[in-house]
C-alpha cells in the first residue's frame, strides 16, 4: 500500500514537472516570436535607412543634371495642383531615373491607403493632380505641384514659389506603408532637394502626419528616433 502511494505521489510530481514544462515552452516561444518579430523590424529599418540616404542622393544628383538642361524651376511654369504641371515635372526628370513602371495618376505604382506616422489614414486613393512612377530599385516615387503655403505648412520647407514634392516610398509595395517609417518626402527649394522639416519639423511625432521627419531622421544621424 504505501508503495502505491509512493508510486502515486511520484506520477503527480511528474505530471506537475511536465505541465511546468509545457508552461516554459509556451512562454520561451512567446518571447521567441517577440524577440524575431523587434529584430525584423530594426532590419527592415535599417533597409529604409538605407533606401532614404541612396534616394536623397539621386534626387539631388538628378535635380542638378536638370537644371542645367531646363534651367531654373522659376521658369518651368508650375501650377498648383495641376496633374498637367506634375507630369510636366516628370518629363524633365524622366532622362536621368531608371524607370521600371510609370502610371501617371493611375493605381499601379502605390500602395494605399496611405497613413500618416499617427496611423490615420493619409491617402486611399491616387489624386488626379499626382505623377507616380517606380524605379528599377523598386522605389515607388510620387510627385506633386504644391503651393508654396502647403508646402510651408504641411512639409516644413520655406519656398519662394510653388514647388515640386517628392513623396518617396523606399521600400515599395512593401508594409507598413506609413509616412516617417517607410515614406519621406523631399522638396524641391530653388535649385536644390531638401527633406522636408528643413525649416519646420512640428508634425514628425506619433501624434501627427509625420509629414515632416525626413530632416529629423538626418539630422538623428539617420536614425528613427521618433517612436
Not at 105 to 110: A, S
Request: with cysteine; aromatic share 12%.
Amino acid at each position: 500500500m504505501e508503495l502505491k502511494k509512493e508510486t502515486l505521489s511520484k506520477l503527480r510530481h511528474a505530471a506537475m514537472t511536465l505541465s511546468e514544462v509545457l508552461l516554459t515552452v509556451s512562454i520561451i516561444g512567446v518571447v521567441t516570436a517577440l524577440t524575431l518579430t523587434a529584430l525584423s523590424n530594426k532590419v527592415g529599418e535599417l533597409k529604409n535607412i538605407a533606401s532614404l540616404k541612396k534616394i536623397y542622393t539621386a534626387l539631388n544628383q538628378v535635380t542638378m543634371f536638370v537644371i542645367l538642361d531646363k534651367s531654373s524651376p522659376n521658369y518651368w511654369g508650375l501650377d498648383e495642383y495641376s496633374q498637367d504641371s506634375s507630369a510636366l515635372a516628370y518629363s524633365y526628370y524622366k532622362p536621368y531615373f531608371k524607370v521600371i513602371r510609370e502610371c501617371s495618376n493611375q493605381t499601379g505604382c502605390w500602395r494605399y491607403p496611405t497613413k500618416f506616422l499617427s496611423g490615420k489614414v493619409y491617402m486611399r486613393r491616387a489624386q488626379f493632380y499626382q505623377y507616380m512612377f517606380t524605379l528599377v530599385d523598386g522605389m515607388n516615387v510620387l510627385m506633386n505641384i504644391y503651393p508654396k503655403e502647403v508646402i510651408a505648412s504641411e512639409f516644413g520647407v520655406d519656398v519662394e514659389k510653388d514647388s515640386v514634392v517628392f513623396i518617396v516610398d523606399v521600400n515599395g509595395d512593401s508594409m507598413p506603408n506609413q509616412i516617417g517609417r517607410d515614406i519621406f518626402a523631399f522638396v524641391l527649394a530653388g535649385k536644390e532637394i531638401v527633406p522636408s522639416g528643413r525649416d519646420n519639423s512640428y508634425n514628425c511625432n506619433r501624434a501627427a502626419s509625420g509629414l515632416t521627419c525626413t530632416s529629423r531622421v538626418i539630422n538623428d544621424g539617420w536614425k528613427i528616433n521618433y517612436y
